[in-house]
């Protein structure tokens, strides 16, 4: 434990030279890696010792789990007896998946795409087969599995892999049409060839091209199926080494199957036929069947469908055979969804599917080939999902999917993350949204059932909400490094549906989803949801247990941006304020959109992109719309799109920003407070100097980010400058809608009904002049309003006193510098002088609204993309009966702080250095039903710093932007540390986090490094070039949250979630579920006596002797490459840790011998004892009859 104790160090500088404190600039642009103080007069501000107890020990980065549907799914593999299931994909990655709990992320380095899988059935192995010619063993007999052997063919590719049950040889088909074996121990190749010359006749003369299946005979497993694509199945005798039987068909082969008994095999076609093959005839097929195929009435042969890529042919004991294949849909239905089929006796069931088949398998109760399959489930891979049917029951249900499979359900726009929640909100969402679930699955259990998990040592409540495109927002439960879904609200049915011709004025600003989610803030304690939408609008949600139907109540505000400082005045008079007593407006008044809308060939003005729906809405259980904001059109153009949002349930306030100005809005009585520029809360302390745009500049476009498509952005455009920097590039980072945004920027004006009343410095309500008459302006009042009034200067002219006093802690020199990196890094003309400043972060605290105030009060942190940080103050009603009916003061109070870059986020910190959150409500059923609830006043907790009477500074506010950080003392407004973390790149996400009950500051950087420095001395506790920005999607995604926990969205349909605890990371090994658990194999059905005698030599086969070395020989070395892989003694460290981990994993492997060894010995004793009986029977049997003559019997 380290303490610090600023009176002291900041002695020493004082009394230093004066050269080493001249300023702040040379510290500012240092770019160190630790924090730097900041002098000026600071000795005897602080009086208390801050004990930071974060060292660099507690920090450690690493990947916890991943949750969501595998990214391009490319294979499916299952191991009946262990009961896991395992995806390959297209970028390498392997997704291991058992009980709830149990599931494993594996990648191979090369990132090549896996094209088949193969379990090692009950050995806790799997084989994967990958896209640059390789074949790697994986163990899975440990937490995170690791690669055992690799064998890379050097001359041929790989196009289909076949590892009999039981067996130690893999069959490995190439392009070429040869077939090589595989000895998976030592993952070394035999000599042992099938070569394509060879298996075919020598009288063909064509290829037949490559090999697209091999399967042992169920009934000799000495003969071996090879399948060809042009169509030719030889059936090969490995012990003579040649073919025993040749099947041709004229249409190229896709799958076969086998009949269980081994005398049969199916075949699908890329015609959509089936054919069924004799053994003891194979000239031509037994029987031929086009399922979809429309048949002809003179009795030729029906028409050729679409190819059947898969077909699985599994017997019953009791009923017809089931017959699976996917594809074969005929051709004259092209509107038709992929469908996979089944085929039940005389019954033919389709059943289409919402994205294209990938992939299916049969699971059956036996993983005997050779034994009446009897299956049970048929599990479907997607490109965009997984299902499970239930083939147990008639109407082939699918099983309820316990793996959050439907995070891309709509696209992922943005994510929010919560750890060490209410214990109880877990619950309470999980109560409410179990009522909408879908009905009509499966009564039976997942049948993907293996692995074990134990929830850890790790208890504490996580959630993580989702936005997406389509307008839902989807809370999940994340605790215990799991993931479910708990409640799914729809935003958009607050909106009218929009008709086709109706959607004009939306499209112009985005393509497609107007209801996208941007932006979330949720308060857990009050459970205040809100969420701010890519067409200009901000929904304030409330929780309740109770239905409720009512009308929605709307509120339309005008964000402009006027650079002009000169307006002349107009004769025309601002209407009067009326008395702030007057009545609230009624919600009916405010519902709906109600602007008189401008006829044809006028510009649209007060026109909001999305119409709220004006009749009473029926709201369930859940989260209830309390208010919809909307920004209008202004003068043609339609409104920016937002790019801060932040929610204070203690003073019933939501404000909101964008590239415009802010927009402060009491949900209360639902009134707009306030409605400005930027420009015009800076007052008369605006630091930069703004020019009046040219008249002939009309228009000016804003590009946006293109993210839906998920098309990576080049890592080059993205690095070289900030997403914050300018105006224009700041618009689309900010607000991560990601969509296509050119949007023209025109002249604009402040609305005079949303102008403050210069009484005493404080601007009261803007709707006491015009809302609170429940009367919104017409096209005509807007602009009269609109003009300024004789008496009337311009609100930047009219200063009082109090707002006046305004502190830049930092030099002319720094200034400067900032500018001119802003104006380098800006995407906009210098010849256009552009200078439109975003709302980037807001905050609302209990803090001191200017400098050396005594008092705290109510404030609002207002950070924006040029560096600078405002402070706008409240003045709430005394009692909880006056907060809704009297309005509520808001006071600008100008610049306060500057940093370089755009500000990304605040916090505040007491004077022990303990963190302090921003104040709520807490919650209550706002539809309770019970008298006591409704009467109970509201309750508040406003975690204020202690003011005494003493001199000097009771709290310290940490500011950080995308490229320094600081740290101020309150309400002095000094500058006590700064941090450059970054000069060539820039901070997508900072967060002021808790760790270990101790505040530090998360930031990631745009070169992919995390960092984490610990509060409030700025010191580095960690730097880890973790992740390159490769993809904005990760910057949009990426988030931080309390006790070292962080997500961000991998790929478009996966969350990565990773911690930078070192704690979790010592302790992770217990949180992960065992993927393999110790199973007795199934022992295989008595074949009886004549099936043993006459079914075939498969039991005494001897691959070994066969394939081995000694008989085969070597292979050409030239051929295949064997590999070492990394999973002997680093993958035991890292599935065991240690040691100790080791000695565990050898006594249980002696546990199992030993076991094994038990079961054997008391067969053994078992037939022991059958053989003593049988010959004690039989010597009394002789006895009996060895005297009597052969007539006597």
């Avoid at 030279?17 to 005897?44: E, F, K, L, R």
């Avoid at 209360?668 to 009046?692: A, F």
């Avoid at 060539?984 to 995390?1010: D, E, K, P, Y």
């Amino acid at each position: 434990m380290k303490k610090f104790n600023f009176r002291k160090v900041l002695d020493g500088l004082t009394a230093s030279s004066p050269g080493s404190g001249s300023g702040s600039s040379g510290n500012s642009g240092s770019g160190t890696g630790g924090g730097t103080i900041q002098p000026g007069g600071t000795a005897g501000a602080l009086r208390e010792e801050i004990q930071e107890t974060l060292t660099s020990d507690y920090f450690q980065i690493c990947k916890t789990v991943r949750h969501g549907f595998p990214y391009q799914p490319t294979a499916l593999a299952f191991d009946p007896v262990q009961k896991i299931l395992a995806i390959g994909t297209r970028t390498g990655a392997i997704r291991i998946l058992g009980r709830p709990g149990v599931d494993c992320y594996c990648q191979h380095e090369s990132g090549a795409a896996v094209l088949q899988l193969q379990f090692l059935i009950n050995e806790g192995a799997l084989v994967s087969a990958s896209s640059d010619e390789t074949l790697h063993l994986w163990n899975l007999r440990q937490k995170r599995p690791a690669i055992l052997h690799s064998l890379k063919f050097n001359r041929e590719r790989i196009t289909y892999c076949h590892l009999p049950f039981q067996s130690k040889w893999l069959y490995v088909g190439t392009e070429r049409g040869n077939t090589h074996i595989v000895n998976i121990e030592s993952f070394i190749l035999s000599g042992y060839v099938i070569m394509w010359n060879k298996a075919i006749e020598l009288s063909t003369k064509t290829h037949p091209g490559p090999v697209v299946h091999l399967s042992d005979s169920p009934r000799d497993e000495g003969k071996l199926l090879i399948g060809y694509e042009n169509g030719t199945v030889v059936l090969w005798d490995l012990k003579s080494k040649r073919a025993e039987l040749r099947v041709y068909y004229d249409e190229a082969i896709h799958s076969i199957d086998w009949h269980h008994e081994g005398k049969q095999f199916m075949c699908s076609h890329s015609d959509g036929s089936l054919t069924l093959w004799n053994l003891k005839s194979p000239s031509r097929p037994f029987q031929t069947t086009i399922p979809h195929g429309k048949s002809q009435k003179d009795g030729r042969k029906s028409e050729s469908c679409k190819p059947i890529l898969k077909v699985e042919y599994k017997t019953c004991r009791n009923s017809e055979p089931f017959i699976i294949f996917s594809g074969g849909l005929a051709y004259d239905k092209a509107c038709r969804r992929p469908s996979l089929t089944i085929m039940h006796g005389k019954s033919i069931t389709v059943l289409e599917m919402d994205h294209p088949i990938v992939e299916f398998l049969t699971l059956c109760e036996t993983p005997y080939p050779n034994e009446f399959q009897e299956p049970y489930a048929v599990v479907v891979l997607l490109e965009k999902d997984l299902i499970v049917v239930d083939l147990t029951q008639s109407n082939f249900p699918i099983f309820e999917n316990p793996y959050p499979m439907d995070i891309h359900e709509s696209p992922v726009t943005c994510t929010a993350y919560f750890a060490d929640c209410p214990p109880d909100l877990i619950l309470v969402l999980y109560s409410i949204g179990a009522k909408h679930k879908k009905q009509g699955y499966s009564n039976k259990e997942w049948p993907v059932s293996g692995g074990t998990w134990n929830i850890g040592a790790q208890t504490y409540p996580e959630i993580i909400i989702t936005g997406h495109a389509d307008g839902s927002i989807k809370f999940w439960d994340a605790s215990a490094i799991t993931l479910q879904m708990l409640y799914k609200l729809k935003t958009s049915k607050v909106f009218e549906k929009q008709k086709i011709g109706d959607g004009k004025q939306t499209s112009e600003i985005v393509e497609e989803d107007p209801y996208a989610i941007q932006m979330i803030y949720w308060c857990p304690e009050s459970r205040i949801f809100c969420v701010a939408g890519v067409s200009a609008y901000v929904i304030v949600y409330k929780f309740s247990r109770h239905e409720i139907t009512t009308e929605i109540v709307s509120l339309e505000v005008r964000l402009q941006y006027d650079v002009e400082d000169i307006i002349t005045p107009e004769p025309e008079t601002i209407p009067p304020f009326p008395d702030p007593s007057s009545q609230l407006p009624s919600s009916k008044s405010l519902s709906g959109s109600t602007n008189t809308v401008a006829s044809e060939g006028v510009i649209k003005d007060s026109i909001p992109c999305l119409s709220v729906k004006t009749r009473p809405v029926r709201m369930p259980p859940g989260y209830q719309a309390e208010l919809v904001v909307q920004l209008v059109w202004v003068d043609g153009e339609p409104p920016q799109q937002i790019t801060s949002l932040t929610v204070s349930s203690a003073y019933g306030i939501v404000a909101f920003g964008n590239c415009n100005g802010l927009a402060v809005v009491d949900f209360i009585q639902k009134t707009v407070l306030l409605s400005m520029g930027t420009i015009d809360l800076y007052r008369s302390s605006d630091p930069y100097q703004r020019q009046p745009r040219s008249p002939r500049k009309n228009k000016q476009f804003i590009a946006g980010m293109t993210e839906l498509t998920d098309s990576p952005v080049p890592p080059e455009l993205e690095r070289c400058k900030s997403p914050t920097s300018g105006f224009a590039t700041r618009t689309s980072e900010a607000a991560p809608g990601f969509y296509r945004n050119e949007l023209p920027a025109v002249r604009q004006r402040n609305q005079a009904h949303h102008l403050p009343d210069h009484v005493n410095g404080h601007c009261t309500s803007p709707t006491s002049q015009s809302c609170s008459s429940g009367k919104r302006l017409s096209s005509a009042d807007v602009s009269k309003v609109n003009r300024w009034g004789p008496g009337r200067p311009p609100f930047r002219k009219a200063q009082s006193a109090a707002c006046m006093e305004v502190s830049l802690p930092v030099t002319t020199e720094e200034i400067r510098e900032n500018s001119y990196n802003r104006s380098r890094s800006s995407s906009i003309s210098s010849i256009d002088k552009e200078t439109k400043e975003a709302i980037t972060a807001l905050y609302f605290m209990e803090s001191f609204a200017r400098k050396n105030d005594m008092t705290i009060s109510p404030c609002l942190w207002v950070g924006t993309s040029l560096g600078m940080v405002l402070m706008i103050s409240f003045n709430l009603p005394s009692t909880d009966e006056q907060r809704y009916t009297e309005p509520v003061l808001v006071s600008p109070s100008g610049t306060l702080l500057t940093l370089k870059g755009a500000v990304l986020t605040f916090s505040c910190m007491d004077r022990l250095g303990g963190l302090m959150h921003p104040p709520y409500e807490v919650w209550r059923d706002p539809n309770s039903m019970d008298d006591n609830e409704k009467g109970r006043k509201r309750k508040l907790v406003m975690n204020s710093p202690s003011t005494s009477q003493e001199m000097g500074d009771h709290q310290y506010a940490v500011v950080c932007s995308e490229k320094q950080a600081k740290v101020f003392s309150l309400p002095s407004q000094t500058c006590l540390y700064i941090h450059n973390i970054t000069e060539t790149s820039f901070i997508l996400q900072a967060a002021v986090v808790v760790m270990c009950n101790s505040a530090c500051l998360a930031c990631f950087c745009a070169n992919g490094h995390i960092m984490i420095m610990s509060l409030p001395s700025l010191r580095p506790m960690l730097d880890v070039n973790y992740l390159p920005l490769t993809d904005m999607r990760i910057a949009r995604t990426f988030c931080f949250t309390n006790e070292g926990q962080a997500l961000y969205l991998v790929s478009p349909t996966e969350i990565q979630r990773l911690t930078y605890s070192q704690e979790m990371c010592d302790n992770l090994q217990d949180m992960l579920g065992e993927l393999f658990t110790p199973v007795e194999t199934p022992e295989a059905q008595n074949r009886g006596f004549l099936k043993g005698l006459f079914g075939g030599s498969g039991q005494t086969f001897d691959r070994e002797e066969l394939f081995g070395e000694a008989s085969a020989g070597k292979a050409s070395k030239s051929l295949a490459q064997h590999i070492p892989g990394s999973g002997g003694i680093e993958g035991v460290k890292g599935a065991a840790g240690g040691v100790m981990g080791e000695l565990t994993r050898a006594r249980i492997a002696l546990d199992e011998r030993g076991q094994r060894l038990g079961e054997l010995e008391e067969k053994t004793a078992g037939m022991m004892t059958s053989a003593e009986a049988f010959s004690k029977h039989a010597h009394e049997l002789m006895l009996k009859y060895k005297d009597k003559k052969w007539y006597q019997f």
